[in-house]
């Protein structure tokens, strides 16, 4: 029986497009940060598909469920806990206006959402979303793990410190004061919950991610 070919539509990635091979797919989003892509039963669906947006393909009811696996992880990564939140930033490169949410994995529920502020950063966004995050857990009572997809900002998190270099302006004064405001508050307070990072290339996109880019 000849194996039933699929179409591979690629949202985001080195190339985009419709792919009838999984290996060119793969070539398209492998180790690519952020990397969309979907696959389909038929060449009119995979046609459909691109032209419109990712999140109304990996979403339910105005709701992002938690991503599927998108190919075997490594036992040390393992799957997501669906137990857990997940934050994200968005920023945008023309602006540099910045803003930062989190989510209830399992549900989808979007917990708090935040912005957008002048002249910030990706990496302080990422950083105020999951200090925010704990603030969030701490004052529920919840010893939930938090999910971020940045390195960076987990770093700065567990330095206590945001190790930026943007200069402060008067637009985007109100940014730094946040960012002292978190750092005082990583100083004074202790927390359970673990910081997690969100492993993109195994479990597909953030559930925080705006969907923008």
């Given amino acids: 029986m000849a194996k039933k070919t699929k179409f591979y539509v690629v949202w985001q990635g080195r190339q985009t497009g419709v792919f009838t091979d999984w290996k060119e797919c793969e070539a398209q ?21 691109i032209q419109r947006n990712y999140w109304e393909y990996v979403a339910k009811a105005g709701q992002k469920d938690v991503p599927k696996i998108t190919k075997v992880a490594p036992v040390n990564i393992g799957k997501p ?5 997940a934050v994200d930033a968005a920023w945008n490169t023309a602006t540099g206006d910045m803003e930062y949410q989190g989510v209830y994995l399992e549900t989808g529920k979007k ?10 950063t990706n990496n302080i966004g990422e950083f105020l979303a ?14 939930l793990p938090i999910y971020s997809d940045s390195r960076t900002a987990i770093s700065w998190v ?13 637009r985007n004064k109100p940014v730094f004061e946040m960012l002292q405001r978190a750092e005082r508050w990583l100083a004074a307070n202790k927390f359970p919950n673990q910081i997690l990072k969100w492993e993109t290339e195994y479990w597909g996109e953030n559930p925080a991610d705006f969907g923008r880019k």
């Avoid at 806990?81 to 939140?85: E, Q, Y």
């Avoid at 917990?111 to 910030?120: N, S, V």
């Avoid at 567990?158 to 008067?170: I, R, V």
Wanted: no cysteine; aromatic share 10%.
């Fill in 111 to 120: 917990i708090f959402l935040q912005g957008p502020f002048k002249d910030a």
């Fill in 158 to 170: 567990k330095k206590k410190h945001a190790n930026t270099k943007l200069a402060l302006t008067p």
């Fill in 81 to 85: 806990l669906t137990n857990a939140i």
């Fill in 29 to 49: 989003i492998k180790g690519f940060e952020d990397a969309r892509y979907k696959s389909f039963e038929s060449l009119q669906e995979a046609e459909t598909a």
């Fill in 130 to 143: 999951i200090v925010h995050g704990l603030a969030y857990l701490q004052k529920n009572e919840s010893s």
